[in-house]
């Protein structure tokens, strides 16, 4: 599975943007995708996760009422729609596919190259 995350860019505190992941092909081992972000100088952290049915959901706190993971099946992307913005956010957000939802990076074992959102104060 090869996943191609896009979207990135700069952006004013409050406002918004939204992430794409693209996976080349899905398999049984790739129930779920996930978004995760790193900030220069800080551990991978876990944003949202999905299931590829769309029907399950988790976020992290942090994110919660702000962002938003969804699915297209047909199209075999996952979308992250983040609203209401913050320097806090800034990072590089990587998407990544594995057998089921969880927040831990190990459950995953494909992953993007992430896509760099810096958001300005």
């Known amino acids: 599975v090869q996943l191609q995350a896009s979207g990135g860019g700069l952006v004013q505190a409050g406002g918004s943007l939204r992430l794409s992941c693209a996976a080349s092909?899905?398999?049984?081992?790739?129930?779920?995708v996930g978004w995760f972000r790193q900030a220069p100088g800080k551990e991978r952290e876990f944003v949202a996760a999905i299931t590829w049915s769309g029907i399950s959901t988790i976020y992290a706190d942090t994110v919660k009422g702000r962002f938003t993971i969804s699915s297209d099946n047909a199209k075999a992307t996952v979308y992250l729609q983040m609203n209401s913005l913050a320097p806090e956010d800034t990072a590089r957000y990587y998407c990544?596919?594995?057998?089921?939802?969880?927040?831990?990076?190990?459950?995953?074992?494909?992953w993007g190259q992430g896509t760099l959102v810096t958001v300005s104060s």
């Open positions: 990544a596919s594995g057998p089921a939802l969880h927040p831990a990076t190990s459950r995953y074992p494909y």
């Open positions: 092909r899905r398999t049984f081992t790739s129930s779920a």
